[in-house]
């Protein structure tokens, strides 16, 4: 994924030639931009960068009535088409949305750079001096859905690592993402960047983001952001390199031994503190020896969340009796990413069976285990795969931001580059320098 001297090159004298994509095609014309920028900003210092994302969070500030405007218009087109809420509040950017990615702006420019971080070194036998030292991937594509927030966070991050940012976002969030473009372009500008160092990829239709996907040799790497079916596409059709962000079917496990009243809690924060991300929880999994207990505390509390409950026969007959409706869950159910005040619900016999629907089912983004018995906590922590394995704490502290490392970029669910959360370093890859004094070969 890195830039080599010959691909630079292409893109000021002899344009990349893009097999399947017009030679004049826009998309192809910003990329070739991106790939200038890249070239430029990848050897600022931090202090020139930083002062630039500075910039762009005092001016989303400055401009948030523009911004909002814009958004009004998407959200409008939302409703009027019938979209779900729980995509419909994805879409939203209100005053208070729009301070806080501001301020996750300014939390990204207090993060320590990796550009230029040596990652390990050695003076070899022969004395020559060997460094691994991080650099930017060149120019990423973001490809996402209704999410206007991405828009300002995947540039942040880019810009902070040194790498240029074609943004893909979806057509119903179109004005939102071309306000914010605007913001931040003229802000990176005043602060000595390349404007092009964020560009919004033109068009509204799939063929852009096809062409966006075709454009190897010009773009480094793309990062798809949203659900199953995009994620699913780019994997497949694109000729870049993919860092695949995962859907998030995560599921919350109450052991035999789990604190009941904890257990309640933690599962309707990780269920309805925000039901419409992908950290939410999808499924809940409890232990048959304390089902008879926990059920009807949880139908409760999950009814007065507003949370209705697929459940397998144990959680209706509980259901029945407390007089709570639960839906009968299906396999469909049990693969769902609802991102939505819906959960699937089983009674399991134990740990191993728990872990055995996980490793059926999930889709590796995050699950929870509630028990205050360590050997089951240490035998669920060594069997499941996941990219995050939570103890006795909600699904949603799986988040850049939760962890630490500023405004995130996505959740990696694939195991090359990058897994998890993926901050500053995962947006850099490495280069080898290697210092001698006349050193040659024999």
Not at 116 to 134: A, D, F, I, W, Y
Not at 175 to 204: I, M
Not at 417 to 439: D, N
Request: with cysteine; hydrophobic share 45%; aromatic share 2%.
């Amino acid at each position: 994924m890195s830039r080599t001297a010959p691909e630079a090159a292409a893109s000021t004298e002899n344009p990349t030639p893009v097999a399947g994509v017009p030679e004049d095609s826009p998309v192809l014309a910003v990329a070739r931009r991106a790939r200038e920028a890249a070239a430029e900003l990848a050897p600022l210092p931090r202090t020139v960068r930083d002062g630039a994302l500075l910039a762009v969070a005092d001016a989303l500030e400055a401009r948030t009535a523009e911004i909002t405007e814009a958004n009004a218009r998407d959200v409008a087109r939302a409703r009027e088409a019938g979209t779900a809420e729980g995509i419909i509040d994805r879409l939203t950017l209100t005053p208070e949305r729009i301070a806080a990615i501001a301020s996750d702006v300014r939390d990204v420019v207090a993060l320590p750079d990796p550009v230029g971080e040596v990652v390990r070194g050695s003076t070899l036998p022969n004395g020559l001096e060997l460094r691994q030292v991080r650099v930017p991937l060149g120019v990423v594509g973001i490809i996402y859905e209704a999410r206007p927030n991405v828009t300002v966070d995947a540039a942040a991050l880019c810009l902070k690592s040194g790498n240029a940012v074609l943004l893909r976002g979806s057509s119903s969030a179109y004005a939102s993402n071309t306000a914010l473009v605007e913001v931040l372009r003229d802000a990176v500008a005043d602060a000595g960047l390349p404007a092009d160092a964020v560009q919004l990829v033109p068009g509204e239709g799939r063929e852009s983001a096809r062409e966006l996907m075709r454009a190897r040799g010009l773009v480094d790497v793309l990062i798809p952001r949203g659900g199953a079916s995009l994620i699913n596409t780019v994997v497949r059709e694109s000729v870049v390199p993919v860092i695949e962000t995962g859907v998030g079917n995560c599921h919350v496990y109450v052991d035999e031994a789990a604190d009941l009243a904890m257990a309640v809690e933690l599962l309707v924060n990780s269920k309805a503190q925000r039901p419409s991300v992908c950290n939410a929880a999808e499924t809940v999994l409890v232990h048959a020896g304390v089902a008879d207990r926990f059920l009807p505390l949880a139908l409760a509390a999950l009814r007065d969340a507003g949370v209705t409950v697929h459940g397998d026969e144990t959680w209706a007959k509980a259901g029945a009796s407390a007089g709570v409706e639960v839906v009968p869950v299906t396999d469909e159910d049990w693969g769902t990413e609802y991102l939505s005040l819906d959960i699937a619900a089983g009674v399991v016999p134990d740990l191993d069976a728990a872990v055995a629907h996980i490793r059926r089912w999930s889709s590796g983004h995050t699950e929870s285990i509630i028990s205050r018995d360590t050997a089951a906590v240490r035998r669920f922590v060594s069997r499941v795969d996941s990219t995050a394995v939570i103890v006795n704490a909600s699904t949603r502290f799986t988040d850049g931001g939760q962890f630490g490392f500023g405004a995130e970029i996505g959740i990696s669910t694939q195991k090359l580059h990058a897994r998890g959360p993926m901050g500053l370093p995962e947006l850099t890859s490495t280069k080898y320098v290697v210092t001698g004094e006349g050193h040659v070969r024999g």
